[in-house]
């Protein structure tokens, strides 16, 4: 049981994801550590598409992933993407190419 903004849940509250490592890839792919520990691999080819990730299309952008507060920014925070979408549809880091 926990109790979160004046509610009680009987549930066990599931752990919040953050991102403690970053790294990009080749291929516009990124290798990104969890505070669970993990280590997944995740293509972000799919949402270069996307209006909010255009700029991500520029390699040299791309790179320039970084940390914020257990969330993956680039371009000063004006471009970010959720931990748990990163947890949720990356793969296992194991035995993955990373180059």
Same mark, same amino acid.
């Given at each position: 049981m926990y109790i979160k903004d004046g509610i /009680?849940?009987?549930e066990k509250?599931?752990?919040e994801i953050k991102v403690c490592g970053v790294r990009p890839l080749s291929n516009y792919r990124l290798w990104v550590r969890f505070n669970t520990g993990e280590a997944k691999i995740f293509d972000f080819?799919?949402?270069l598409s996307l209006p909010a990730f255009s /700029?991500?299309?520029n390699e040299t952008v791309f790179k320039q992933v970084y940390i914020d507060y257990g969330i993956t920014v680039?371009?000063?925070?004006d471009i970010d993407i959720s931990p748990e979408k990163l947890y949720s549809e990356g793969v296992n880091a194991q035995g993955a190419v990373s180059a």
């Open positions: /009680a849940y009987a509250k599931e752990p080819t799919p949402l /700029a991500l299309q680039w371009c000063d925070g």
